[in-house]
């Protein structure tokens, strides 16, 4: 795209609940507001559940070296207004052009917002929930969310169908924007030694998740898998890679009294957060994902670059993502025994386990790249300018 006939710039404001250390929407979200071109943007990135912890501070090393402003909004309660009240008159103070919200809550906050600054264009974006059950947030998106956005981004065609069959979102407020992810570190550890660190055989077959421990990931689904499994593999290694989700702090525990019930306690491994999932995935012969629900996971995407073939349940964005029968294998959520079948005759195969895994390396590239969620979220925020001011594609910061 031609660089603007002024030198004035989009200011952009990202609102979102965390920093993007953990967390796909979080991540996609920090992503966004360091890759926006700086020629044509100012970047600010708001996040509204802020606390400066030393885990965070190489994160804001790199917004600092991108250009990319921040505010944190340190919140001592949900119930806490006067930081919304000061993140207000400073977004009238440095005349943000565009609002762009990721989540639920921090969606809600944006469509308050929005128009008390005022904002000329406010961007809403969903990264995943079930579209069951909770009307009241189906209410919210619909009533009051929707009204407001200029553009509701969904992150997979199956999101943006329910949003418009279920939640009565009008179809012309809504996009669909596939998040994707920066070239990952290429491990350049032996994945043997990975596995002997890990405690784990030589030859025996790994599967691994990386994902936060909540509720919806189902990870019981994939001990009971792993049960199963153990009949024809009984050396076979479960990694679960993810610390526990701060919403849902009684998770882990329970988890462990499922793996302790199972007696699958000498396959599966939880490793916690950790800075080394590169090497993690390569050491896995299959990535694995067995959630309820889902949006545009980037773990898969990480599988994928990593060549691994991948089995995950088929809702959400992940039909998008994998070519069932091609990159990996896709199966009901909540059925053990058709996800234990479907790793198996993976494992079985090794041929077309590699097939597979290079398949799936060459189609996150094609479709599943950071740089191409951003220049598409840029061309949205220009087309939008323009329609609601009438004008050129020219901020009102510099």
Same mark, same amino acid.
């Given at each position: ?28 979200? &920090? ?52 930081p ?41 974006h ?32 199956? @999101? ?35 596995? &002997?660190?890990l ?53 882990e ?11 699958v ?39 994928m ?7 995950a ?35 079985? @195969? ?29 061309d ?19």
């Amino acid at each position: 795209m031609p660089p603007p006939t002024s030198n004035k710039r989009l200011h952009v404001l990202t609102l979102v609940d965390g920093i993007g250390t953990y967390g796909g929407a979080e991540t996609t979200a &920090r992503d966004i507001a360091q890759g926006l071109d700086p020629e044509r943007f100012r970047s600010t990135l708001c996040v509204t559940r802020w606390e400066p912890l030393p885990e965070f501070q190489a994160a804001r090393d790199e917004l600092d070296a991108a250009g990319v402003g921040f505010i944190g909004l340190e919140r001592k309660s949900r119930f806490d207004l006067a930081p919304w009240r000061r993140l207000t008159a400073h977004m009238r103070e440095n005349e943000v052009d565009v609002l762009h919200s990721h989540k639920f809550g921090s969606n809600v906050w944006g469509a308050l917002l929005a128009p008390r600054v005022p904002v000329p264009v406010f961007v809403a974006h969903e990264h995943t929930w079930s579209y069951e059950g909770n009307r009241l947030r189906v209410l919210l998106d619909r009533r009051l969310i929707a009204r407001r956005a200029d553009a509701f981004i969904a992150v997979s065609e199956e @999101d943006r169908r329910r949003m418009i069959e279920v939640e009565g979102i009008p179809e012309e407020k809504t996009r669909f924007i596939a998040s994707g992810i920066v070239d990952p570190t290429v491990s350049t550890n032996d994945p043997a030694s990975v596995r &002997r660190d890990l405690g784990i055989s030589n030859g025996a077959p790994v599967i691994g998740v990386v994902a936060t421990l909540r509720s919806q990931k189902a990870l019981d689904v994939l001990f009971r898998a792993a049960a199963l499994l153990r009949e024809e593999f009984p050396d076979l290694a479960v990694l679960v890679a993810g610390g526990p989700d701060p919403k849902e702090p009684d998770e882990e525990g329970r988890l462990e009294a499922v793996v302790r019930d199972l007696d699958v306690g000498g396959s599966v491994r939880f490793l916690g957060r950790r800075d080394d999932v590169p090497d993690l995935v390569a050491a896995m012969d299959i990535g694995v994902l067995s959630s309820d629900y889902e949006g545009c996971p980037l773990s898969v995407m990480e599988y994928m670059e990593a060549g691994k073939p991948v089995v995950a349940t088929a809702v959400g964005g992940l039909a998008d993502i994998v070519d069932d029968g091609t990159t990996g294998l896709l199966v009901p959520p909540q059925d053990p025994q058709a996800f234990a079948a479907a790793v198996a005759t993976i494992l079985r @195969d090794g041929p077309r386990a590699r097939a597979m895994g290079e398949a799936g390396r060459a189609r996150r590239r094609d479709r599943f790249d950071i740089e191409r969620t951003i220049r598409q979220v840029e061309d949205l925020y220009e087309a939008l300018h323009r329609e609601k001011t009438g004008g050129p594609d020219e901020g009102r910061g510099r």
